[in-house]
């Protein structure tokens, strides 16, 4: 493995530097992300099938159970895990970019042993943040709905377009919403393939996800905007589109990174 891919960190602190986003190195990245998933379409699918299978479970469970306050938070939430499960399309695109040869249990190997490393604790913050979203829709359903019944999705969708408490809680819950959804994206679009590459701390990569957002916030911002609509048109045919949709943000990501993010001389 490499020196970025060491279990224990070196005696001198990494210095990074932080290049100011265009949307030229969306462009870009986005084609090497479809590059990368034509080069490796078997794996990357896997990946894609897994995210769409783990989504459909949710999504129907919870329908069964009826818990439709789970099932909102994980429509709205469902996208912004992405970053976490796509750790395994970063590794395989910066093998793939420095012409390594690899198999599926390499990168497996690789995304267990992330346990050992900083990336546990970035997990543990993106629950966090997901656990605050889970505790902000059941107050919303409290505070706006309670004398609702929406026992059904056919009846929460009715409370929400014909009445006034239903339209304060669409409103207040997507603007709670984007703020979670920004916050998470902000610390993790960058910070996730950084503590995949380099050996830091998983507060500097949050740091540094949040400094490349803050000096391009509308290219970034743009690129947050990208994940969301193409993952939204992905959802809408039953999940399939995850499945090709997914990979390929996830090898994306990995080139934008690398091409914002280097180790200051």
């Known amino acids: 493995m490499e020196a970025g891919q060491q279990e224990h960190y070196s005696a001198q602190p990494i210095k990074l530097a932080v290049k100011t986003a265009t949307f030229e190195d969306v462009k870009l990245a986005l084609r090497a992300g479809a590059q990368d998933f034509l080069a490796r379409p078997g794996l990357s699918l896997f990946f894609g099938l897994f995210y769409a299978l783990l989504g459909a479970v949710l999504l129907s469970g919870f329908l069964v159970f009826q818990q439709i306050w789970f099932v909102v938070l994980v429509s709205v939430g469902f ?52 656990w605050i979203w889970a505790y902000q829709v059941r107050l919303l359903f409290a505070i706006f709905l309670q004398w609702q019944s929406v026992s059904s999705m056919d009846g929460l969708v009715s409370v929400v377009l014909t009445t006034s408490e239903g339209a304060g809680f669409l409103i207040v819950g997507t603007l709670v919403g984007a703020f979670l959804a920004t916050v998470l994206y902000s610390i993790t679009v960058i910070g996730m393939p950084l503590l995949l590459d380099k050996d830091v701390d998983f507060v500097t990569a949050m740091i540094t996800s949040l400094k490349t957002v803050h000096n391009s916030p509308l290219v970034m911002l743009g690129w947050g905007a990208i994940i969301g609509a193409l993952t939204l048109l992905a959802v809408a045919p ?19 990174y690398e091409r914002l993010v280097h180790e200051a001389e």
């Open 238 to 256: 039953l999940l399939l589109g995850v499945i090709f949709i997914f990979p390929i943000l996830g090898h994306a990501t990995w080139h934008l």
């Open 79 to 130: 996208p912004l895990v992405a970053p976490f499960l796509a750790a395994g399309l970063y590794e395989m695109s910066r093998r793939l970019g420095r012409s390594e040869r690899f198999t599926a249990s390499d990168i497996f190997l690789v995304i267990f042993k992330q346990q050992r490393r900083e990336f546990g604790w970035m997990a543990f913050v993106v629950l966090f943040v997901f």
